[in-house]
């Protein structure tokens, strides 16, 4: 028996894991206790990895589909296959008749989303879309209009804070996105109990503010009034730090402007706390000897996601926190990111039959996919899907279902047969984590601690299954495109090399260390306007040009949320430690007695009002769709909210334990097409919508 130092790849703390390997299986995966950042902290999830690694539902191999079904076929067989299909779809529609979708697993994927981005550059594929469009495009979009870049993403100094403001999050399930922090609710309590106060901004009481900090319950998708308020106050009680906006800001009269309309007492009832609490909470704020911002999905996935990111950084900027110890920073990592995401020059958008649209970080609309399938001219005719389930993850997946179906050729990429791999022409086999090469990549610029770790595969892959970069590289070579595969092989880590070698290392030099990690040096805050801002003035817009046009929606939305009916219930989405998105669902383990589905929860006066107990079913219904769930009741969340899991429903009798307990899929209830999703971002509106319920019969 050996062990073999790797470490997680499902979220961006990638917490060092410890394998145990005999004869060329994993026996065991547990925390690495020695690791110099995470120090024997893994969540339940990861561990789990090892169940997925030993799946028997697992694809095994190529799969085509013929007649009488999929039939097993060769590498050789389905590369030619997808290149005739390819060929044929090109000449007949014109190279945009081809698309792609990149699902989340691939952000922590070191050589497969390159090879990915690689292959769409040779084949001329230019309608891409991807899951970042469902949780996290506006903040891409944000950072490349307020700071110059779409990789800068400033992390909150929790060590150092002495008061920490966290929007729509709950790191106890989520252990922080667009953070890499190891344990990140020992932090929090370490801060804690050296004096910070720590307030969650949620619709929710949720598990990470137990024992921690006090929750501020505003109501569903206002968090953006809530941050004008507190700006409002603070700048009519001079309490902006007017040197520091002086010497680092640009265009801040615009930002004035804007938050001049949303006075405390004028969004109060909109946002549902008293003018009272708003002010109290922006004094506190401000008057901090330092202090933090954090946000997360659960403002990302509302309609003005990218306003809220703005906006959260100008409560940093406006009191001097920004870039200062106990504020927030942006911190390098082994690769000076900061200029890789560069803002183009222009305007960004272009003219489409669904209107003005643009790509973020060379992505559409997911929210479109269905309409550009299905669209009488240029029609997408082929879609090569990888590492994602758009079917369960994707706003109302019966016209998805629709658009999929009238496909010429459905290419899948994949660990498991999926809903969306049921529908493929040819389905994929790839590797899981422990049987691939990765250095923590996904962490790059935002980690509190910076660190590299390399892991080789642990375990040699099973069956016929490939890692994603050779996928894509038989792909192009089969189409008589360049592939890596006619080369020496170590041309591979030209990317990942070159980006280590910004810090003086390499593959080859991290392979060679015990535990494969390199510690990097930690300048922390004070660096920003030297090193890593990217606009051309060298200062943050604080009201870019670019959001005139959602700044004036800001305000339509407001009149409209100002004369909703008073019992009008909006649907959240709700984490929990015991999925991810549309993945795990096939671990046993994972499915306890709680959760074996994705009930609705109600506040308890609500479930009253409506006449329905704990464990009855229900009927819930929105503009877009009707779905049937149990009801659980929950004292935390805020009356008028309700709130259930995203990524179930799962169908796929190829997956036997999701299929079991198949859950409810809620994306069934919420907008596509035109007008469902943030224009500036192509974020897609998933939380925040209004629904009735009624009781079965």
């Known amino acids: 028996m050996k062990e073999v130092k790797t470490f997680c790849r499902i979220c961006e703390p990638s917490c060092a894991l410890v394998a145990e390997v005999e004869n060329s299986e994993i026996v065991s995966v547990k925390p690495d206790r020695n690791h110099p950042i995470s120090k024997g902290f893994a969540c339940h999830k990861g561990l789990a990895t090892l169940d997925i690694h030993r799946d028997t539902d697992r694809l095994s191999h190529p799969l085509s589909k013929s007649s009488q079904g999929f039939e097993r076929v060769t590498w050789d067989e389905a ?17 945009d008749a081809i698309a792609s979708f990149a699902g989340n697993p691939l952000a922590f994927n070191t050589l497969g989303q390159p090879a990915l981005i690689e292959f769409l550059k040779k084949t001329g594929i230019t309608r891409n879309f991807s899951s970042a469009t469902q949780d996290c495009a506006n903040k891409f979009a944000c950072s490349e209009a307020i700071f110059g870049s779409n990789t800068i993403h400033p992390i909150p100094d929790i060590e150092r804070t002495h008061f920490l403001l966290a929007f729509g999050c709950n790191p106890r399930v989520s252990h922080m996105s667009f953070m890499s922090i190891a344990d990140p609710l020992k932090s929090f309590r370490n801060a804690k109990k050296r004096g910070a106060k720590i307030r969650f901004v949620d619709p929710r009481i949720n598990e990470s503010s137990a024992g921690i900090g006090e929750t501020v319950l505003v109501n569903p998708d206002t968090d953006v009034y809530l941050m004008a308020a507190m700006l409002n106050h603070l700048d009519a009680k001079n309490k902006f730090d007017e040197e520091f906006l002086s010497t680092h800001g640009n265009n801040v009269e615009g930002l004035r402007r804007f938050i001049a309309n949303y006075p405390p007492e004028r969004v109060a009832a909109v946002v549902g706390i008293s003018r009272e609490q708003i002010i109290d909470l922006a004094d506190e704020f401000a008057d901090a000897e330092s202090a933090a911002v954090y946000m997360s999905t659960g403002v990302n996935m509302g309609r003005q996601g990218t306003l809220a990111y703005w906006l959260l950084f100008m409560l940093s900027a406006v009191t001097g926190n920004f870039d200062q110890p ?99 022409d040819l389905v ?20 509190n601690r910076p660190y590299v770790q390399y892991t080789d595969m642990v375990v040699p892959p099973k069956y016929e299954r490939k890692p994603e970069w050779w996928i894509f590289a038989k792909l192009a070579q089969a189409m008589g495109l360049e592939s890596v595969l006619d080369h020496d092989l170590s041309r591979i880590y030209q990317r990942p090399n070159y980006m280590l070698s910004k810090s003086g290392l390499s593959i080859e030099s991290l392979a060679q260390r015990p535990d494969k990690t390199e510690l990097l ?177």
Not at 79 to 95: F, P
Not at 428 to 447: F, H, K, V, W
Not at 593 to 605: G, V
């Open 79 to 95: 590369s030619d296959v997808a290149q005739r299909r390819l060929s044929e779809i090109r000449k007949k529609y014109g190279n």
């Open 428 to 447: 994929l086999p790839a590797t899981d984590m422990y049987e691939r090469q990765d250095i923590n990549i996904c962490g790059l610029g935002m980690q």
């Open 521 to 697: 040096p930690n300048p922390g805050p004070g660096m920003f306007f030297d090193e890593w801002i990217q606009t051309e003035s060298g200062k943050i817009d604080c009201c870019p040009e670019l959001f005139q046009e959602p700044i004036e929606a800001c305000e339509d939305l407001f009149l409209s949320m100002s004369h909703e009916v008073e019992d009008q219930l909006k649907l959240i989405t709700r984490r929990t430690n015991y999925m991810i998105n549309s993945w795990f669902h096939n671990i046993p383990s994972l499915k306890r007695k709680k959760h074996l589905d994705n009930p609705l929860y109600m506040n308890p006066d609500d479930a009253e009002a409506r006449q329905v107990l704990e464990d009855s079913l229900v009927r819930i219904s929105s503009r877009h769709g009707e779905i049937v769930a149990r009801v659980s009741i929950d004292s935390g969340l805020k009356r008028g909210t309700v709130a259930m899991t995203h990524g179930w429903g799962h169908t796929c009798a190829k997956m036997q334990v999701a299929n079991k307990y198949p859950g409810v899929n809620v994306n069934e209830l919420l907008p596509s097409g035109p007008g469902s999703y943030e224009k500036i971002s192509n974020q897609s509106f998933m939380t925040g919508i209004p629904v009735k319920i009624e009781a079965c019969d």
């Open 326 to 424: 106990g504020g927030n920073y942006y911190s390098r990592g082994f690769y000076p990111a900061a200029g890789a995401g560069k803002a183009r020059q222009g305007l960004p958008y272009f003219d489409t039959p669904f209107g003005e649209v643009r790509d973020i970080m060379g992505f559409l609309p997911g929210n479109l996919m269905a309409d550009m399938i299905l669209a009488k001219e240029s029609p997408i005719k082929a879609l090569v899907v990888t590492a994602g389930n758009p079917l369960i993850s994707v706003g109302d997946s019966s016209r998805l279902r629709e658009a999929f179906q009238s496909l010429e050729l459905l290419i899948v990429i994949d660990l498991y047969s999926s809903e969306t791999a049921e529908l493929a």
